[in-house]
């Protein structure tokens, strides 16, 4: 049975918000951050262990993971065949744990 993602509404919306954002700014930049960022989402199919667990997740059992690309954080975690995105937000927000 092959891996699947998934993301959280609160994270979804989270996604678009911030992809608007930039492309208020610059429409090429926006598409842009949004490729290489769910290209790198794609990526966790094949590789879903890739990243550190996450360093803000409370009492992280080592299936919560994150990285940063293009100034912004994307945490997901990673149980049987799930990959799960859960949150995305900029670099310079501060981090909260969960």
Known sequence: M????KWSRHALSEFATL????????PANAAKVSRGLLEKID???????????D???LNNDG???AFELHRL????????????IVR???????????
């Open 43 to 53: 990526s966790l199919l094949t590789h879903p262990e890739q990243c550190a667990p």
């Open 19 to 26: 992809i608007n954002h930039i492309e208020n700014d610059s």
């Open 55 to 57: 360093k803000y997740k």
């Open 88 to 98: 995305v937000r900029h670099t310079r927000m501060n981090p909260k744990t969960y």
């Open 2 to 5: 092959a891996l699947h993602i």
């Open 63 to 65: 299936s919560f993971r």
């Open 73 to 84: 954080r994307v945490s997901y975690r990673y149980a049987g065949r799930e990959i799960r």
